[in-house]
């Protein structure tokens, strides 16, 4: 029998559960996968010392010793999105990366150099199943490694390498399709969403908190999620506003276009359990009609960090810890269990996991605070 608690049954039973829910009968889902390309990298950690050097073409942070010329085109901090070559030094590596993608059958979109200057990139993937495209994402990822890895560079996932440049998301274009139709259009709704479509945001909002601790599971995660990176920090919806949790694309203004978009979630997930716990949080929603503009949830168009303090603290924040989002589980993590998507042990499971890599990074000085403390 297959093992209960292996990621991609659970991903199978999330999409048997969608069909019996009388809801949809299929979800498509279009993955963007956000990651960097460094020249090159050493770090360590042990007792005497803990430390990261980062090398990128780029931006020219290159050894001192290294005196081969450099052709002089730079990306500045915080500039690359959409840069074009010769700034943009990895196009053609990206073209080789989905070149070998679609050879092994996972359709791309588009790709183009992302906002970090040292070589951030994005590829998103066209929409597919949700065990197919949590499939993409494992092999995309292997595929990015080691294509880099023939170009002499390395590639992170990590959703935040560097201090003061952009982390690295995976967020997810979301639909559900019923009898061929797409449940989430409707014309004259908010932003062209149908009920239904605000049904599964209330759901996923609602849990907002507690689906942290599965789609942004590490410790690393958590440095992403902070003010002025493009990255949310409050559980709400808007259309077109990238720091919203949930937002709704305007490019996407068909019935068979219309998506939701999640940005909260990062590449150190396993995929399989992130669309499969996302799937069952906007199931609850609208199996119990959770209605996200009733419970405070937005729509909010402006920026959300121009409201007045009254205004701004009455919005639910995201975590700002993996040991916040844990507890955030602990303590509503029922909806997991309670769709019939994953197996009863797993929160507790997941929970023993996680702590631990807590306590290991928490057991550890930064090398932060020897600049902050060590003449204290």
């Known amino acids: ?191 062209g969403l149908s009920e239904e479509a605000l049904f599964f945001i209330g759901g996923v909002l609602r849990h907002g908190r507690a689906l942290a601790a599965i789609t942004n599971p590490s410790t690393n995660s958590y440095r992403r999620l902070r003010p002025g990176y493009e990255a949310p920090t409050n559980l709400f919806f808007s259309a077109a506003n990238r720091s919203a949790a949930i937002r709704i694309p305007k490019y996407a203004n068909s019935p068979e276009t219309k998506t939701i978009e999640f940005r909260p979630s990062d590449a150190s997930c396993n995929p399989y359990l992130a669309v499969s716990a996302i799937l069952a949080a906007g199931l609850e929603g609208m199996t119990n009609r959770i209605d996200p503009r009733e419970s405070g949830f937005g729509p909010f168009d402006t920026n959300i960090h121009e409201l007045p303090d009254a205004e701004r603290d009455r919005i639910s924040p995201l975590p700002s810890t993996l040991e916040e989002a844990l507890e955030a589980l602990a303590d509503d993590g029922d909806f997991l269990s309670g769709s019939g998507i994953f197996p009863e042990e797993f929160v507790q499971v997941w929970l023993d996991m996680k702590r631990a890599d807590c306590k290991e990074v928490g057991a550890r000085p930064h090398p932060a605070e020897y600049d902050l403390y060590f003449d204290c």
């Open 1 to 191: 029998a297959p093992f209960r608690l292996d990621p991609r049954v659970i991903a199978s039973r999330a999409e048997n559960v969608l069909e019996d829910s009388g809801h949809a009968d299929l979800s498509l889902w279009s993955p963007e996968l956000e990651f960097y390309l460094f020249t090159g990298v050493t770090y360590g950690s042990a007792s005497d010392g803990s430390y990261y050097f980062v090398q990128s073409e780029e931006t020219g942070w290159l050894p001192e010793d290294d005196l081969e010329p450099q052709l002089g085109y730079r990306i500045r901090s915080r500039s690359g999105y959409h840069a074009i070559p010769p700034s943009d030094a990895y196009y053609q590596v990206r073209n080789e990366i989905a070149a070998a993608m679609e050879e092994t059958g996972i359709p791309i979109k588009y790709h183009h150099h992302e906002n970090g200057a040292p070589g951030q990139s994005e590829i998103e993937l066209e929409p597919a199943t949700l065990r197919l495209a949590a499939d993409s994402i494992m092999m995309g990822k292997y595929i990015v490694r080691n294509t880099a890895a023939d170009w002499d560079l390395a590639s992170t996932f990590m959703p935040k390498p560097l201090a003061e440049e952009p982390g690295s998301g995976l967020h997810f274009h979301i639909k559900l399709i019923k009898d061929g139709r797409p449940v989430f259009h409707r014309e004259g709704g908010y932003a």
